[in-house]
């Protein structure tokens, strides 16, 4: 088995969302050594057909790069594979790693590697190509107990707000919260992973401080880690989550709206915002992401996901509403649609081989973006499509894992699918 040679491969080569120029050579070069006619086309996507295939198989090659990524020294326990001090890559690298062994063994094959699925599905959405396959099997679930056959819609939330500012002499402090759990504002949205810029925003207005800059967070689809502040204020002391440290007196400009942008934080409900108790998912939540200052303006950004395309805009609807009240003007970018759950025959056939090796395999939707979602959508539902995927835990941190023997039973479901149809 070679998947594991060929994810070791991955892991040496660079590829953060919107720096994968190498990667995507690599795997090229890769498609047309084992006979594969190769299309890349602007946003990055390499679509790969060898022979009269039957089913398509599709990741992203893409990661999220937390701690010492791209550097990723990797750990193998024997158990788990992890990267010291960084996030894995796991999600999606396996999934092409997966891929690769398949094309160097089947002849009828179809291969879509996307890319900058982390940052939007912008891969997915910008894909113009015709896939030649009605069946599309994604490799980029997480759970191995899984048939996935749905996913939930998604939206990008800017509100920005301009900056007017007073200049003082005050005392001056650093604020920082650092080196938290972190984890999938999706998948993992429902075990209430703190905050940083949460718990920064709060401490901030419970001690009367004005902001002098505020940043925070590191990928909208990532529970954010880190976030610091410069601010003024008056006797400020570090507690467990808080790191604070003494500038001095000094001269700064503080922002003259301070007071609004935290009460906004503040008051911004962030996490869960339904669940369905009967089939066990999240309906709808969303994630503070990111917040960037420069001179002039603030922008905090948002992503909220919801099962469906109503829940998606009474996301939008509410969110908008409170940032107005605090003064916020908001946009909306990268906007997805739900893929609502089908069971096809499709889903039917590898369900069943996925029951050969693991009993407790079920058909179930997801509550994150998944790109065949995307696909079948462009598709007006003329695709069939289902998701699969070893168990990962904790993507998007630097706790991130992949089990392995969970790597080896779904690689064999893809084999034994592409065999069935060859």
């Known amino acids: 088995m070679k998947v594991f040679e060929y994810f070791e491969q991955i892991c040496k080569i660079p590829h953060c969302s919107f720096e994968t120029d190498e990667l995507r050579e690599y795997l090229t070069q890769f498609a047309k050594k084992h006979k594969f006619e190769v299309a890349t086309d ?13 089913i398509c198989l599709q990741a992203h090659y893409d990661m999220v790069c937390v701690g010492l990524a791209p550097n990723l020294e990797l750990v193998n326990d024997g158990e788990f594979l992890s990267a010291k001090g960084s996030s894995l890559g796991s999600d999606n690298g396996i999934g092409v790693a997966i891929i690769m062994e398949m094309m160097s063994k089947f002849d009828n094959l179809e291969v879509l590697i996307t890319n900058n699925e982390e940052v939007g599905l912008l891969g997915a959405n910008g894909f113009n190509g015709t896939l030649k396959s009605k069946n599309i099997l994604n490799l980029d679930s997480e759970d191995e107990n899984g048939v996935f056959i749905g996913c939930a819609s998604g939206v990008s939330i800017f509100a920005s707000i301009n900056l007017s500012k007073n200049e003082q002499i005050c ?51 990532s529970i954010p880690v880190n976030a610091k502040a410069v601010v003024a204020g008056v006797n400020l002391s570090s507690n467990e989550m808080v790191k604070v440290k003494s500038l001095g007196e000094q001269k700064v400009k503080t922002l003259a709206n301070s007071k609004q942008i935290l009460a906004f934080i503040n008051a911004f409900s962030q996490g869960v915002r339904s669940y369905d108790e009967s089939v066990g998912v999240v309906l709808d939540s969303i994630n503070l992401s990111i917040i960037k200052q420069d001179n002039d303006a603030l922008e905090i950004e948002f992503f909220a996901r919801s099962m469906s395309d109503e829940g998606r805009e009474e996301l939008k609807f509410q969110t908008l509403n409170l940032a107005s009240l605090a003064g916020f003007k908001v946009r909306f970018e990268e906007e997805t ?67 392995i023997k969970s790597v080896e039973k779904i690689s064999k479901v893809v084999e034994n699918i592409l065999k069935k149809y060859s």
């Open 42 to 54: 602007e946003f990055g996507n390499i679509h790969a057909i060898k022979g009269e295939p039957k």
């Open 337 to 403: 649609q739900a893929w609502k759950p089908v069971v096809s025959e499709f889903a039917k056939d590898i369900l069943g081989e996925m029951k050969k090796i693991n009993k407790d395999a079920k058909m179930v939707a997801v509550h994150a973006g998944l790109e065949c979602g995307v696909l079948i959508n462009r598709a007006k539902n003329s695709l069939q499509a289902c998701s699969i995927g070893p168990n990962i835990y904790s993507p998007h941190s630097i706790n991130e894992k992949c089990e």
């Open 171 to 221: 005392q001056v402090y650093e604020v920082e919260v650092s080196g938290l759990q972190g984890g999938h504002s999706g998948i993992e949205i429902i075990k209430n992973i703190p905050n940083a810029i949460k718990i920064l925003a709060k401490f901030l207005a419970q001690n009367g401080c004005e902001l002098v800059s505020l940043r925070g967070g590191e990928r909208n689809n």
